[in-house]
């Protein structure tokens, strides 16, 4: 007796919580991989240092098709060198939103447990149940646009890095690139003004 396997389709909450969390340990990982990434490439192992990017966009993105079946010639060290640059440009672009996500999640969510009052001054306050609310409540957009810039800079580095695997590269990718860390860096801006 042979049985199948039905599988039920994931709803589309499920598929978008699972997308940012993936995009979000994606992005955790460029700034580290793209260090590793550049040494292994001055160091004249750039074809493995190209490897590392193909597995992480296959494991953690699930993209397929990145690599070229057959013979493909090694990247050159100055090609890896320069997606290594770019991907620490994204990593580093990425920093804010994660720490957006971590500082909203200690804030917000779990607003109760690290702020132990008194509560008279907080958003929602003056109980402890009303600034929870206020600050659960107030955490979820900001969570929402973390995870979405998290999403955006994950694509755009996966276009990126189908480009070491010898396909084609859209004509903005560079330029997104480049441009990525200027709000990233115009928010730190503002936000050590604010304290």
Known sequence: MTTTQVSVPRSPVRRALS???RSSAYCL????LSAAAIAAAL???PGKAAGWWQVLRERLLGA???RIQGPTPAP???????????SALLG??????LGLEVLTVLRGLLYGLVDHGPYDHSWGGPTLAGAWLAH?????PIIVAAALALTGIAAVHQRLTAALAGRPRAPWVVPVALLAP???IAFFIAWLHQI
């Open 19 to 21: 997308s940012a969390g």
């Open 64 to 66: 397929e098709g990145g």
């Open 76 to 86: 050159r060290r100055s090609a890896v060198a320069g997606h290594a640059a770019l």
């Open 43 to 45: 160091a004249g192992r």
């Open 136 to 140: 659960f409540a107030i955490g979820i």
């Open 182 to 184: 200027l709000p990233a």
């Open 92 to 97: 580093a672009a990425a920093l804010v939103p």
């Open 29 to 32: 990982v460029l700034l580290p």
